[in-house]
């Protein structure tokens, strides 16, 4: 009998210890209440801007930027420049119909058509260029 209790036991020792085992795995796998708690609040502070953050941009939000539409343009020496009067035409080097450049304070943000506002002209933006654009424009 001695030796069927040592075995009983031995077995009853492994199956505990494989129990042990499962609880950990399923423990590891769910993270507890702290670790979760802790991730939603580090996505929430990625989705929601700091206060300071929206107060930098409230400061930009009044700075005036100049708009520029661009149709063409074109090099001519001077010699040429100086014999240009009434009536004189120059080629650019867009062709009609292209969509034209849109500048703020000089850096190409979008690309537009020219439309009529009332009696007025304006600019209808067909193509806004992405951040990473601009970045490689500065």
């Known amino acids: 009998m001695n030796a069927e209790t040592a075995e009983k036991e031995k077995n009853q020792t492994e199956e505990n ?40 941009l409230r400061l930009l939000e009044n700075i005036e930027v100049r708009l520029t539409v661009e149709v063409g343009n074109t090099e001519i020496k001077i010699k040429d420049l100086l014999r240009l009067n009434e009536g004189s035409v120059i080629e650019l080097d867009r062709l009609a119909g292209d969509a034209l450049d849109i500048l703020a304070n000089g850096t190409k943000i979008a690309k537009g058509e020219v439309v009529m506002v009332g009696e007025k002209f304006g600019i209808r933006f067909t193509e806004v260029a992405t951040p990473e654009e601009l970045m490689q424009n500065l």
């Open 17 to 56: 210890q494989t129990e042990e085992n499962k609880d950990q795995v399923k423990s590891s796998d769910k993270p507890d209440k702290n670790e979760t708690t802790d991730k939603n609040d580090e996505n929430a502070k990625k989705s929601e801007p700091s206060s300071a953050a929206v107060s930098n």
